[in-house]
């Protein structure tokens, strides 16, 4: 199976899980911490498969694993922050498309990577997608000119787009390393031991009492199964999803796997627009037909780099 059939089947089932995200941050685990503890904590199941994949890579390696898992860690929790604070397809849309500059800024200083122009156009078209995204109106926005031009201020004065910013960065490097780690072994055991590194580091928010309680809330006799099954199910759907866009990396370019995000974030803009006209208070997503539009050609100038990646 190509690289690319495996990312994009990776970003739908990615997309379900985010927006899902969104609503759990929101609406139910309304701490950022607590639920990235409970997604990297969850991440260590994965230990049951350790006997028939796991392989000791020498100390060097091990702590570049658990480095590695680390700044996953500190991905996830600044993106579920990022959603705590802002619109899920602003923020999600943002995250992915720095996560592939800063991703291509990196392997080019870093790597010497190259790509053909069909590619560097895929690049550019997908990012160009996302800027439109990301210059979608904000309603209430604050009379700053400068930030009030360019309709970000809302999302600055809160603080979602700043700390969506550092995840982009956060998540560009995991990758990086990620593909770095995969080069010296086997797929399955360096994505293990990756996530000890996370479990490992969330540990350290349990020194917080509000992070404990926060915690211990969700899994309180008096919290609604529907709820705690709604968290463990989707930590399921996004572990795979994960797996899967891992796996596209093993397989293919960290940078044109990064730069594909494009495809998620189009998922997501179709689902949460739907979601917008049939269910505003799910997800607290606004909707209005300049939106739509301005999202419809967001996706079609996404669509055209996914084409000239793909060819």
Known sequence: MSWFLVAISAYFILAVANLVDKFLVSSILK????????????????FVI???FLAWPGWKL??????????????????????LRGEAARILVIVGGLTPVFSLIFSILLFKEQFSSNQWIGIIS???????????PIEHSYLARILRKFKLVS???????????????????YFLGTKQAYVSQPFMSAFIWTRLGAALFVLLFLLSKVNRQAIAHLFHRSSPNKHKFLVIINQIIGASGFILQN???FLGSVVLI??????????????????????????????????????????????????????
């Open 62 to 83: 091990f702590g570049f694993n658990l480095i590695n898992g680390v700044i996953f860690a500190l991905a996830l929790w600044t993106l579920y922050e990022a959603l």
């Open 247 to 249: 796996y596209a990396i």
């Open 258 to 311: 990064n730069a594909l995000q494009g495809v998620q974030y189009a998922f997501i803009l179709i689902i949460s627009t739907l979601l917008a006209i049939l269910k505003p208070k799910l997800l607290k997503e606004t909707f209005s037909w300049r939106n739509l539009i301005q999202k419809t050609v967001a996706v079609v100038v996404i669509a055209i780099g996914l084409y000239f990646i793909a060819i």
């Open 50 to 52: 350790a006997p028939w």
């Open 31 to 46: 701490n950022s911490k607590a639920y990235a503890f409970i997604a990297c904590m969850m991440g260590v199941i994965i």
């Open 126 to 136: 997908i990012l160009l997608g996302v800027l439109i995204i990301a210059l979608l």
């Open 155 to 173: 999302e600055f004065k809160r603080g979602g787009l700043g700390i969506a910013v550092l995840s982009a960065l956060a998540y560009s490097l």
